[in-house]
């Protein structure tokens, strides 16, 4: 199966990884559901009034988040099986989660004789505030950078990750090496959200990091799960291809979109801090 690139398809990432040939890609970006749609009719466009939250309050309940834990691993064995064989040894796998998927996903990359790099903590510190008061405020996530090949030739940018600082990002020094805790908003530039808005967007300055130190110019990276485009807006950006696969009609069309516009030069950054957070994730393991 030959898939056009730079563009989102609208396929299941399993099988249609399965059609890419071994070894092509450079640097896989994958955020899969977390798992997290627990329970009932819930939605997360703010619509549902929630008793005992204070008012309208939401949670992702999608579909694609809602898995029985086991069948959850097995979906997990299956997409990371494919992921590992179409990764360059020269490439890197950076999958993000929460405490609710990443255990498993640890535990199936080591399964699968894939070695993790890192574990990085993607510190948010504008999280939104625990609202029971039963638990602490949930302020960050976990990205796990692995890599398949048999000597650790994976392309890590060394030189560029102690030179990389940002006014935001209270804990990277210039000409510091870059530690394992970043501390990256979770603000979105309002162009990021002014072709819809998906309910677990990132912002692209959390990928745009990943890709200075671990893509290639000119390669090629991969979004298993593409939602809203913001892997692909990173990649774009830093001048790499990229193919994306997406379940969700509305999603592939809206993360097109973005992504026409980005090539189009119609997208202007506009500062982060501009925007509200769209927090999804800290929503929907307050309660
Ligand atoms: C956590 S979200 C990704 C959000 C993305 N990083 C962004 O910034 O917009 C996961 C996405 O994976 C999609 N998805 C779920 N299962 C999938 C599958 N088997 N193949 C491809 N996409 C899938 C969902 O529809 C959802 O949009």
Redesign the pocket.
Known sequence: MNFQKNLIHH??????IAGLPDQSVDLV?A????NLGKGNAWKWDNSAPLPGMGGNWNKAM?A??DMPLFDYFK?TLL?LSQVKRVTKPTGSMWI?GTYHNIGIINFTLQLLEIEIVNEVVWFKRNSFPNLSGRRLTASHETLLWAHSGKKRKYHFDYEKSKRITAPWDMLKMDGKQMRTVWDIPNNKAREELSHGR??????VRL?SRIIDICGKPQGLML?????????CVAAWRAGMSYIG????PA?VNM?NQRLDAEKNGLNLTLPADATETEDHEDRAIDV
């Open positions: 396929q299941d990432c399993i099988e249609a970006l955020d899969p559901p977390y999608e694609w988040d979906f997409w993000c998906h309910p677990t967007q990132k912002p990928f979004a298993p799960f593409a939602g809203s485009g913001t892997e696969f997406e379940t969700d999603f993360a």
